[in-house]
């Protein structure tokens, strides 16, 4: 086998790799930061006078505006990234990303500068938005072309990781600002800090990236002049389908998976069950670091094992410990965080996911088929996730637990498919090498 596809992690790999998962973690943090603050946001950027009811739906609407703008922004900058290089996408999509984030943390107010302040927070929020459909799957293809084929799953998963980081990350802030400003402090200045935080972070992530060299994939692919000479959404809408619905049901099980398991729950504890809130952010932060393992966990196993198996397993122990979660909620503290550790261990099978989405796609188009199908995926489930498990919880308060179920038994049938299309090439291989 040759050496270069199954050599360790190098220092160059290792510094690679740090700097793509701190995008990852921007990401999350720049986005999640919004639903923290949304009720001082609200309060701040809209008329005093109108209900409590609208103002939430006008700043939610605010923070919805973002996961629309992600397929566009996505797509065209990932066809740049497969035209012009994936360094270039990959620094320009974090810059475009830290910018609006330290804007929104400036702008005036509904006080200084009437309806004027909500619109320019919905066009920092698109434009936030519109450089985070590049970001997530440049990295996934910047690291995957970077470092030796037997590391690909650990490094994917190691950079999912670092998207989760990013929530654990806001939920510090939050509650950081919190319990050390007072609720005057709060609307008067304290919501700009984590703002801020994100921008200028942002800003030297990008600085840091400097020092990375193109993937030689794709430096590859320029001496052989083999870059794609359609454009690369025509071909992988005409000519890749089958990894387009691949990376589709992937996502969703992804982002499902993370919004009802790690951003729904928390609430669900307070209102359904009566958690107290303390109680329940500490076991959600819990929750966190063992999704953070998990996701490093399953991309090392898929290495050894491959994305079929590890997926199908994965997806059975998702859904064996988030029922138990879902069922032992009120029960006691102890119990609560052994139970909610496990069912954040076991959405870490997200881990898998872009593993299998680098792999569903040639190197030509390789950015735009996951770029497409991710933020395209992203934008409708993990939008209609939140919606879809409150309006079921009105038939059954089981109803997160029944959604998450859904989701692994997605995952188990797409391990089936890919064990099946694994046994495919297996049998041809055979075939040809009999027949030569």
């Not at 290495?303 to 994965?314: S, V």
């Not at 498990?389 to 998450?404: D, G, I, R």
Request: net charge positive.
């Amino acid at each position: 086998m040759d050496s270069l596809t199954t050599r360790r992690l190098n220092r160059q790999d290792y510094k690679t790799l740090a700097l793509a998962a701190l995008g990852g973690a921007l990401e999350f943090y720049d986005f999640i930061i919004f639903v923290f603050f949304a009720a001082v946001i609200g309060e701040l950027f809209f008329p005093p006078d109108i209900p409590e009811w609208l103002r939430q739906v006008q700043t939610f609407a605010i923070f919805a505006a973002g996961y629309l703008a992600r397929p566009l922004g996505g797509i065209i900058m990932a066809h740049f990234g497969d035209k012009v290089g994936r360094k270039k996408m990959f620094s320009l999509s974090i810059l475009l990303m830290a910018l609006p984030t330290l804007a929104m943390g400036a702008l005036p107010t509904y006080a200084s500068i009437g309806i004027a302040a909500p619109l320019l927070m919905l066009l920092m929020r698109v434009l936030q938005g519109a450089a985070i459909g590049g970001e997530v799957p440049g990295a996934w293809v910047f690291v995957a072309e970077h470092v030796p084929e037997k590391r690909i799953g650990f490094a994917c998963g190691t950079l999912t990781a670092g998207l989760t980081a990013g929530i654990l990350l806001g939920s510090l802030v939050a509650t950081v600002l919190n319990t050390s400003l007072s609720p005057a402090a709060i609307r008067d200045h304290g919501w700009r800090i984590p703002f801020f935080l994100g921008g200028l972070f942002g800003l030297l992530a990008m600085y840091l990236r400097r020092w990375l060299h193109e993937t030689p994939v794709f430096r590859q692919m320029q001496q052989r002049k083999a870059l794609a000479e359609k454009l690369p959404l025509q071909t992988i809408l005409a000519s890749h389908k089958r990894g387009i619905a691949v990376s589709m049901l992937l996502t969703w099980l992804l982002s499902a998976c993370i919004v009802v398991v790690i951003l729904m729950a928390p609430t669900l504890m307070q209102k359904q069950h009566g958690v107290p809130a303390a109680l329940s952010l500490q076991a959600n932060s819990f929750a966190t670091v063992m999704l953070l393992i998990g996701c490093v966990l399953a991309g090392w196993i898929v290495d050894r094992y491959g994305a079929a198996r590890t997926l199908l397993i994965g997806s059975l122990l998702l859904a064996l410990c988030s029922w138990s979660f879902f069922q032992q909620l009120g029960g006691t503290p102890q119990m609560l965080f052994i139970w909610y550790g496990l069912a954040g261990l076991s959405v870490g099978v997200v881990g898998v996911v872009p593993f299998v989405m680098v792999r569903a796609f040639p190197a030509a188009v390789r950015f735009t088929g996951i770029s497409f199908s991710y933020n395209v995926s992203y934008a409708i489930f993990g939008g209609l996730t939140p919606i879809s498990v409150t309006l079921m919880m009105s038939l059954t308060p089981m109803a997160p637990a029944w959604y998450v179920l859904a989701l692994a038994l997605i995952g188990m049938l797409v391990a089936l498919w890919l064990w099946h299309d694994s046994r495919q090439a297996n049998a041809q291989l055979d075939v040809s090498l009999h027949s030569s």
